[in-house]
């Protein structure tokens, strides 16, 4: 079971987390707009949405997995930065830095190691058992 866990929690880490948090660094350039939080939920797994106006018409833009501002209300007003070519691709302008999703990606990176290190020692302790036994 530690197995498992250890390898699920590493590849969140390695195929979701660190990928999310360098989509987010990728928007510090970005275009800045003043948006209003459109649909609130759980902003970290990428299920909140904003709208702002880009280019003379209103964008209402998923925020990526690796957001922060879960625990505000809908019409907050925050800043937002975003692709100039693709206004669907946006985040928080708090998020920019990539932080959040970088501790996530190095919390998640810790406890598969500790998962997997259980494994390890769970291993060698029931072949040193049955080492003795025979």
Known sequence: MSLVL????????LLVM???????????D?????ATLHTAGSCMAGHCQVKFEAGGRTVIADLPVGSGGGKQ???TSLAVRYQADD???????????GGGAAVL??????????????????????ARQRGSEA
């Open 73 to 75: 209300s809908v019409g």
């Open 105 to 126: 990606a190095a919390l998640s990176g810790g406890a598969a190691l500790l998962f997997l290190t259980l494994a390890a020692v769970a291993a060698v302790f029931l």
């Open 87 to 97: 206004p669907q691709v946006a985040a928080r302008e708090e998020d920019v830095g």
């Open 6 to 13: 250890g390898l699920l929690l590493g590849a969140l880490s």
């Open 18 to 28: 660190v990928p999310a948090a360098q989509h987010l660094r990728s928007l510090q």
């Open 30 to 34: 970005g275009e800045r707009a003043q």
